[in-house]
């Protein structure tokens, strides 16, 4: 079954289109992380899943219905989904008694309600704030109550807006473990955003990438703003101080690029020392991705280069290392 | 206008709604270069304006406290410009019987008798003292509540005076007489007026009363308006000169030929006291 | 400043004489704005979340006309309840005029626009992330409303206190709709309207520091049960 | 609703003749309320700011007191200011008494408990970041008063636009200390209560009418200047 | 000069001493992070340094001048020093206006306000946002315009709450450079929160570690709530599902832990196949520090270990490599 499928899909915001998407299609019971820069129309798109933003055209169906977003039936559908805001906000009242809101709505019995209450916040490491304030809380604190809040519902799709945000690292791990569980028990479908592509990585096997309110296979992790000279016959782009690549013809002084990070040629040493389109830098991250591994190179800007894990093996690179860089053309999309 | 070309005068509602003044003032401004500042009120507060020194001169009907106000020092002297007469209203029904019945004080007894429904102004103004000596001379058992209150310093008592059965067929409703003609109209019920408001609410407005005049003619029922200059040794400020002009000028021939030619709908309003006959 | 002791003396002796007329007309004035306030906050709370919540065309339209009702006098109110409920009006059979029920109809029309505009204003600087949150938790509208109306409700009592401070402090609709009958319809306020006219100033302002001194006893109730509520 | 009609013909009748003592009764009551409501909105403000922004000891005391304050009476306000202003008051010497300066020192005082509770609850809902942000950025406090004053604007329009419609349509104070004085102090609620009191209903609803539609045309205008300023 | 020195400084919630600092002091010039787990204090301690939030007790000394809480000269320490909140709010207007707001304060004239807007909103990327409103902003963009406002102020101290959290990739690099800048150039203290520890060890030298309210020498990145139990003499800690360490003998059951991630004992294999403190994990990702390499193993969660470059390059881990860990108890602080 597919969970949402959406068809010309658009929101536009005093004559701007923030979020525009021709198809989409989201299977039942997965986890999908949204990824993708700011103003990308991540939070706009949360918004439109959890049946609480009415998209200016097009259709969504959940579950193979048509969603009717000016009809009174949109309550059965929110019953169904619950969204974590990117800045949650809690009632002016107990920790606990917010936690209890979407339980009580449900028509749970108090003795439910409290053992959910307190399972919740006990996941999220809250359970010693049950008493406090709701308003008092620290960010972090807020944003995992929040979860918290959203998980006790056993809802059947659970959006998150950058759920970890504000966490500190410890109940970050631990939100990670959540999700994890929630998806493996495949009680509830996740969809959230974040700006960590590894966590992205770490926890997913779909991600969508969003730019300019578009879907875009075009990897999010190095999308940039590159200045564009010409020398010569040929067109250059240069990102930050120095990193420079050869750039199809363009008339724009600026433009925004993709570079696949698994299409970037990485060598220890530089070919040909002449060669303009070879960037000297630094290894300065390396991260376990699914299928291999992903390399972050300071050529004055941070880039990611994903290298299988053979490659990897072979190439043996050390933290620290000098290396080269080339983005070959088919690593380039113009965004 | 200047200063000294205006005069403040505090005067009942009654003068006012009646349209009276509206034809005597711009006749008098005419005459002197004088405007009147008028102020309406009930007769208490009005007389009240006077005693506090806020206006030159007051026009009221309640002889006995114009007499009072004069002989305390508050007025200079009573100058009698005019008088209407207060009727006894009821519904053309008359369940007391009293239409026809000249003499007030029986027509008050045959209401009460009957415990037929009676609105009473119940606000302290001239007609509701007049009301309360009628009742008075009908010798029934009257009955009176007593307040306490504080004036200077001292216990005051204020009274008030009712015959039995207040709030059974006694209605005192403590607003000016227009209200109470509209009260008694809606609960058809009798009701003591001045001639003038009732001719006014009767014929002169489209909504009309469905009141008809059953008790009429007694000389109790007369209701003399008199005019009062502020003292000038009470309160210096007073434009006596200005005040006293007025006065006078209200019980010229002038001032009581427009008082006598007042009618509404061709029925005189007010007959004039300083000279009866003017025309 | 001596007219002031001799008012507020005159008050205590009102008070402490526990006179049974002043009793009366001090119930019937809380009996009616009470109600009043009540069934005005009943239809102007929805009405004015109905109105805040929503965008719709002409909304400002809207709030300009609840504006200017809010300058609605108390004499057009008067006449207009009148007519309809006198002897010849369209109810007139049901007996209506100079009970204490007249006055309520008129109070009610004249603090609806003022429960309904405050309402609006309390609605439009709350956070629209709890109406969001709310809903997605599984709140239908009506306990959305009920959501928003708590975080909103330091304005909304606000908008309550200020309706229940104009009905208890007017005179005109109850004097014209109750008719200050002695012992039936007279109300605080009409009562010091009659001595005023009387010329009574002293008394006139003793009861309008018995009516402030109920107030405040009723404000005092509502700032503690708000404390209580709020912990 | 024949009542209606006939008064809505004679509002007509009334401005189309452009009665010339009609104007200056509209232009004396639009002078005296908006003059009350700038001068207690200047000192209400700031007041509610006061009290708003500051906790301190008491400040629930101070708002129960405001709020018992806002159930005022007319009568009384008239009364206190009356025995200041009249001759003997301690102010007799000014002669203000039954001037349109009179009315407006009652209006004020009528309406600086509105403006400034009202006010209070605007700011309670404010986000205090917003006083934070400003005060970080290098504003005094009185940069950062103006700050808020921007984000509560609308709610503090709303009481200003409450306590506008409260006096443009009071008829105690204005009755009271203004007098009623054809062509000096009448205004359009103390002509209404006269027509009243002639029995003149239609002519008392057709100035009501006219007085609405006056207060229609000031909302209006706030309405756009709101809007040109929210651009 | 120091620019902050405080002593006996406490804030009181409640009863609830959120913050107590005996003793702190903070060098004029520099870059300084503040790190901790959620409700640690980071930003009740902020706020206070910029004079926006009383302390229950204690003293304050700005530029070794004591900073009078209750009095009125608040607003001319306020005009030195710019807070960035957690949540950051924008005034509702124009982006522009909000970023020329501090600008007008201090009297500049329109032509340099202008351009100082144009050249902060440039810094982080949101110039063509200068028209939008304020209140419509996505997370990532509020953020990026609240940053851009404080520092348009130049002030001589900027405060930054999680300045990136919300922040994407690419944006987030723009600040840290544009942060960078600001200590290089030496025109501006920084003093910043993060959960982000490679942010904060690749910004700053000096790194204060807050948690419960108190500074503690402890390293912020492995603190864990580890789970205390008994085999025969000896104490176990375990952290997560199945990390476990010797403990000194407690009696409570749950305590907090800091694990010191540079003196962790690291192998390739483990010395004895019995030893049950060494717990098999997996090298998941490696980063540069300033002064060595951090490894991330995965021992079911995430432990940070810090090795010296000799070491590094001596022991030749790659990502994904299977290690034993173990924790003696001169790493270990009992929190
Ligand atoms: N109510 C609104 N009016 C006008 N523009 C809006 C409104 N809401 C959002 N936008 C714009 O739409 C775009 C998408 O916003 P959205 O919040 O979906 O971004 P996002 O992908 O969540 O970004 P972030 O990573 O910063 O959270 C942004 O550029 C934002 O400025
Ligand atoms: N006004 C308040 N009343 C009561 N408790 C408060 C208040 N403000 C903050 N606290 C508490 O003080 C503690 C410290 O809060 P603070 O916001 O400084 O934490 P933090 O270190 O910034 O956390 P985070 O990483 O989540 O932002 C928290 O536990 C919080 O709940
Ligand atoms: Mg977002
Ligand atoms: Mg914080």
Request: aromatic share 8%.
């Amino acid at each position: 079954m597919t969970l949402y499928a959406a068809r010309k899909l658009q929101k536009v915001y005093d004559g701007r289109t923030v979020l525009d998407l021709p198809e989409l299609s989201i299977a039942d019971g997965g986890m999908v992380a949204l990824l993708g820069p700011n103003g990308a129309g991540k939070t706009t798109l949360l918004h439109i899943l959890a049946f609480l933003l009415r998209p200016s055209s097009g259709q969504l169906r959940f579950k193979d219905q048509p969603v009717a977003f000016h009809a009174g039936s949109l309550h059965q559908l929110r019953r169904q989904v619950v969204l974590v805001e990117q800045q949650p906000i809690l009632f002016s009242t107990s920790v606990a008694k917010n936690v209890a809101f979407g339980l009580k709505l449900r028509g749970l019995k108090r003795h439910d309600i409290n053992r959910r209450v307190d399972e919740s916040l006990s996941m999220v490491g809250m359970r010693a704030f049950a008493g406090a304030n709701g308003r008092h809380l620290s960010g972090g604190e807020t944003q995992r109550v929040a979860i918290a809040r959203a998980i006790a519902c056993r809802p059947q799709v659970i959006l998150l807006d950058e759920p970890t945000s504000n966490v500190d690292i410890e109940n970050r791990m631990a939100i990670e473990t959540i999700m994890g569980d929630i998806r493996d028990a495949g009680r509830s479908s996740i969809i959230f955003c974040t700006h960590d592509v590894s966590q992205a990585a770490r926890l997913t096997d779909m991600r969508l990438h969003l730019a300019g309110g578009r879907l875009n296979g075009a990897d999010y992790e190095n999308t940039f703003h590159a200045a564009v000279h010409r020398e010569g016959a040929q067109c250059w782009g240069r990102i930050g101080r120095r990193f420079r690549f050869p750039l199809p013809s363009t008339s724009e002084a600026v433009v925004r690029v993709a570079v696949n990070p698994r299409l970037i040629e990485i060598a220890a040493e530089s070919p040909s020392p002449d060669n303009q389109a070879y960037n000297r830098g630094r290894v300065i991250r390396m991260d376990e991705e699914m299928d291999g591994v992903r390399l972050m190179v300071d050529v004055g800007l941070p880039l990611a280069v994903i290298l299988s894990c053979q490659a990897y093996r072979a190439a043996d690179f050390r933290i620290g290392d000098t290396v080269f860089v080339r983005c070959p053309s088919e690593a380039l999309s113009l965004l | 206008p200047a200063d000294d070309h205006v005069l403040t005068m505090s005067t009942t509602t009654s003068t006012q709604a009646s349209g009276l003044l509206d034809i005597l003032l711009p006749a008098f401004t005419e005459d002197t270069g004088i405007t009147v500042k008028v102020i309406a009120k009930g007769t208490g507060a009005a007389i009240r304006d006077g005693m506090d020194g806020n206006v030159d001169v007051i026009f009221v009907h309640a002889k006995g406290r114009e007499e009072q106000f004069v002989a305390e020092g508050y007025g200079t002297k009573r100058y009698a410009i005019m008088h209407n007469d207060f009727v006894i209203l009821g519904s053309e029904a008359d369940p007391a019987g009293i239409k026809g019945q000249g003499d007030a004080v029986a027509a008050l007894k045959a209401i009460a008798a009957q415990k037929a429904l009676f609105i009473s102004r119940g606000d302290d103004s001239g007609t509701h003292t007049k009301e309360q000596q009628l009742w008075q001379d009908t010798g029934l058992l009257l009955e009176t509540t007593t307040q306490t209150i504080v004036k200077k310093g001292k216990n005051t008592d204020i009274q008030f005076v009712y015959p039995g059965g207040l709030g059974e067929w006694y209605m005192s409703i403590g607003q000016g007489m227009g209200k109470a003609l509209t009260f008694a109209d809606e609960k058809q019920a009798y009701v003591m007026s001045d001639r003038g408001t009732y001719i006014k609410y009767k014929v002169g407005r489209k909504e009309g009363l469905d009141l008809v005049v059953l008790c009429e003619g007694d000389a109790r029922l007369a209701n003399p308006y008199g005019v009062i200059p502020v003292n000038p040794a009470k309160f210096p400020q007073v434009k006596i000169k200005q005040a006293e002009a007025f006065a006078e000028w209200l019980v010229s021939e002038k001032g009581q030929g427009l008082i006598a030619n007042y009618r509404l709908l061709g029925q005189p309003l007010f007959y004039p006291d300083a000279i009866p006959a003017a025309k | 400043m001596n007219f002031f002791f001799d008012s507020l003396f005159s008050a205590l002796q009102l008070v402490f004489a526990a006179d049974p007329e002043l009793m009366v007309i001090v119930g019937l004035s809380l009996r009616v704005s009470l109600t009043s306030t009540l069934i005005a906050g009943l239809l102007g709370v929805p009405l004015g979340f109905v109105i805040g919540f929503n965008s719709f065309r002409g909304k400002r339209v809207v709030i300009t006309l609840l504006n200017t009702l809010l300058a609605l006098p108390t004499v057009v109110i008067g006449l207009m309840v009148y007519t309809f409920i006198s002897r010849r009006g369209a109810l007139g059979a049901l007996n209506l005029l100079y009970t204490p029920n007249a006055i309520i109809i008129g109070q009610v029309i004249l603090i609806i626009p003022v429960i309904t505009a405050l309402t609006i204003a309390a609605l439009s600087r709350i956070d629209d992330r709890y109406r969001r949150t709310a809903l997605t938790l599984g709140a239908d509208q009506f306990q959305t409303a009920l959501v928003v109306l708590r975080e909103a409700r330091f304005g909304i009592v606000a908008a309550a206190v200020a309706a229940f401070g104009r009905v208890i402090s007017e005179i005109g609709i109850s004097m014209m709709l109750g008719g200050n009958a002695r012992g039936f319809t007279r109300t605080m306020t009409t009562a010091m309207a009659l001595e005023y006219d009387k010329g009574e100033f002293v008394l006139a302002v003793g009861l309008g520091i018995v009516l402030l001194t109920i107030s405040l006893g009723m404000n005092t109730l509502l700032n503690y049960f708000q404390g209580r509520y709020a912990e």
